[in-house]
């Protein structure tokens, strides 16, 4: 039973461009949740897609958006980008049902801004 | 919004020491978890313990929700327990799954042989 898969590992990108970063969650999980983790702090809530939907936000800029497809696998896209974007990006996933499970990590897709 | 502390930010160890590392929370949560993350940045749940007690293994983790506080329990540490442990909590938000999780900014652990 595979857990979270995130892709690519590591990007290096330059500031000003786009990247988007790709997420499948694991089997059986339809909620999908993305956070930011700048080095030595802990990790912060961006976003959460449930049914195809944007459901909750954390305090990130429009320039982060994201999408979910019907198979529940998920993206994050981050325009103009900054050089204080460059962190490491997890994916979570869990079912919504029922309301209190826990969440599942994939390995992160770690981004550079140069 | 929710502030969670964890306490100490730094724990030195000898291989085969115990320790407690500590979780504090500002208000009512229906989700609280506690994850290792490791040197290539792996997050690995350890506990989802909104309250009582739980065991597994070496570690052990309790959560006393009217008094917001949790604590993990690493017994017997071995080198392969270094890491960063990050405690995290979440309110249900109306029909929605706990996805907005709060950090704390982490214990890091360090166990030398």
């Known amino acids: 039973d595979a857990g979270v898969t995130q892709s690519p590992t590591h990007l290096i990108k330059t500031r000003g461009q786009q990247v988007t970063l790709r997420c499948s969650p694991k089997?059986?999980?339809?909620?999908v949740s993305w956070y930011q983790q700048a080095l030595g702090q802990g990790p912060q809530f961006i976003f959460q897609?449930?049914?195809?939907?944007?459901?909750q936000r954390g305090n990130f800029p429009d320039r982060f958006s994201g999408h979910q497809f019907p198979n529940y696998s998920s993206e994050l896209n981050v325009n103009a980008l900054l050089l204080g974007d460059s962190a490491l990006y997890l994916c979570?996933?869990?079912?919504?049902?029922?309301?209190?499970?826990?969440?599942?990590f994939g390995n992160g897709t770690r981004l550079t801004v140069t | 919004g929710i502030q969670v502390e964890q306490s100490p930010p730094d724990l030195i160890l000898q291989e085969g020491a115990n320790s407690t590392l500590r979780c504090n929370f500002s208000d009512s949560v229906n989700n609280l978890q506690w994850f290792h993350q490791n040197p290539w940045g792996q997050l690995i749940n350890l506990f989802y313990?909104?309250?009582g007690t739980k065991q597994n293994g070496r570690l052990s983790a309790t959560t006393v929700a009217t008094e917001r506080y949790s604590l993990l329990y690493i017994s017997s540490s071995q080198t392969t327990d270094s890491g960063v442990y990050f405690c995290?909590?979440?309110?249900?938000?109306?029909?929605?799954?706990?996805?907005?999780?709060?950090f704390g900014q982490g214990t890091i652990l360090t166990v030398h042989p």
């Open positions: 089997s059986g999980h339809d909620t």
């Open positions: 995290a909590v979440s309110i249900r938000a109306g029909g929605t799954s706990y996805g907005k999780l709060t």
């Open positions: 313990i909104p309250s």
């Open positions: 979570a996933s869990s079912p919504r049902q029922p309301y209190n499970s826990p969440l599942h």
């Open positions: 897609y449930y049914e195809e939907e944007e459901r």
